[in-house]
């Protein structure tokens, strides 16, 4: 394969690691083949367990619907694995480098880590921040057909981490969450820029969803103000895998598209919202949806 577990890049004070999953993957497929379904999960958990859901039981029964879905559709994925490696590679590299453009890190030490896997084809992929010896890490399905925009959102949270000093992962509060998520998709916007802002925004399965969100817009931003301050795996998954308090999914990215992109139409730059602290976040998000 084209990624090995030591490749790096490296730009000055800036360190991009990559790692590859793959070749776990072919593995677990060839010994899976022959397999039912309940024995097939069982080895995936035992030889892969990696899927972008929630760490809950809910994520864990929800990761095994995928595999079960997706499964068809790998024989015909297996031979573009090499080329799908390569060109991923690629585009880390170059985004990487256009993210620290973006926030101005120039001779500050910036080390991420992306890990390419293969996915269930839900287009689904996650950051966490440095922790347990780790750099900031982006996990990024490779057969994801819109990599080059969600690696840019990633990679952005990657770098964004490092300059605010985030420590929460899933089940942050949501007003913290909010900031996130909005300022990378803006981020994502500037960096993989001529798209329509759908694709900034929606997921693979979810299209309209854009629509909706401006639709629910004044109900989002009420429904979710009074749960900034409140955090854990079961409020995060309502206002993202959930349905929130209108009965609209992922919420949470509403509520960040439309306030963070308040913050950048009042003058605010990318360098200035990527450095607001993590302790500072909530107060950020609720000045922009009370004012």
Known sequence: MSITAGAVASSGAHMLDIASRVTKFEKFYADAKNLDEAA???LWKKEYGIAAVPPTPEGEALARKQLDTAWSRYAALIPRLPTLE???EAAA????????????TAGMPIHSRVVFFVGQFDGN??????????????VMPVENPALNVQLAH??????????AGVKNSFGAPIGETIFLEGLAMHANKALVPSLPNTAYTELNDEPGW???CASHEPAVMKGILPYLDKSGPDVAT?????RGTTGMDRELYCAGWFAVGKMLA?????PQLARIPEGKMIETVRAAMTD
Do not use: D, I
Request: aromatic content about 14%.
């Open 40 to 42: 097939r999960w069982a």
């Open 86 to 88: 390569k060109n991923a």
């Open 93 to 104: 590299r170059r985004l990487f480098a256009g993210v620290n453009v973006l926030y101005a």
């Open 125 to 138: 992929e996650y950051t966490v921040p440095p922790m347990s010896g780790q750099p900031a890490t982006v």
């Open 154 to 163: 990633e990679l952005s949270h990657s770098v964004h981490f490092q300059l």
């Open 210 to 212: 854009l629509t909706r």
């Open 238 to 242: 309502k206002f993202t895998f959930g």
């Open 266 to 270: 009042a003058g605010k730059t990318f």
